[in-house]
């Protein structure tokens, strides 16, 4: 008898997860928005506000790892036009190598950020369990916005302009610097080392996504996350029902992310690349967005645009050669791990 195949690291099939979905979950009418491949985060009904409740976990690292819970989940709340207000955590910690000290960083990281952001860091659970190598912290952020605010990943109109800011994979490069800092002392320079490690301080879109909101008509926004810039526009464009084209000669790539990238083999367009800020707007406001973040001094760049879902996801090459945009099944750095 075959055993059953057993599944890749990293998020589920974007096929199973939405299969899984529509058949097990269920909402009442205050729901908004419930849970969906590409929808950031739950829109829930609270009267004269709408209430954002999002959850994710951290499992690449155990160094920063708070202000990276932190990053992340305040992150699905910007992207849907909100503010993150209130955080809690599950810390599972260890068993054998949890000290008093090792559990201190993990919650002053978390008060850290929290309080750099405005966030109450307002509950939660901690304990130390067998099981696992590394701590893991699991978000789970709430915040709020106007009913006449909200963004969704779902508003993506055919003909808006695709922005990308900062650009890929500040994430994936920070977290190899901290997993392999040991190998790569004798292959990069301590200030490249210095500078990726770094990128822990740029993954919030905070500010990206409210820049944008004030100068434009923004349609749809999405965070790249798992499965890099890649896997965030397919992201995006099921949950718009469309297609998009992107252009690889407009993609940002940030120089020392593809260097380290390149030298374990792995694609800067599949790794995971928060930091990054996915944006669907009207092309005759585009212009006054990436002026706008030029002033604030984010990069950003119109690197394509939404199109009739029958046109599918197409990237054009810098020979002008048109090829299907791939499909990472698994984030990059998972193969390092």
Known sequence: MNKPKTLPSGKLPLKLLDRLLKKYTKSDK????????GLDCAVIDFGGRFLLAKTDPITFVSEDIGLYAISVNANDIAVMGGVPRWFLSTVLL?????????????FSGISRACETLGISFCGGHTEITRG???????????????????????????????ILTKGIALEAASIIVREKERELKGVFSTGFLKRCRGFVKKLSVLEDARIALKHGRVHAMHDPTEGGLSMGLYELAIASNAGITVEKDKIIFVEESVELLSYFGLDPMGAIASGALLLSVSPRDSGKIISAYKRAGIKSAVIGAVTDKNRG????????????????QRDEIVRLF
């Open 94 to 106: 260890p068993e054998g190598k949890t000290t008093f000290a090792a559990a201190e960083r993990i």
């Open 313 to 328: 996801m197409r990237i054009v090459l810098e020979n002008g050669k048109t090829e299907p945009l791939k499909v990472y």
């Open 30 to 37: 205050s729901v908004i928005i419930g849970p969906s491949v």
């Open 132 to 162: 696992i190598d590394r701590p893991i912290v699991i978000g789970q952020m709430l915040g709020e916005v106007g009913k006449k605010d909200l963004i969704s990943s779902a508003g993506a109109r055919c003909g808006d302009d695709i």
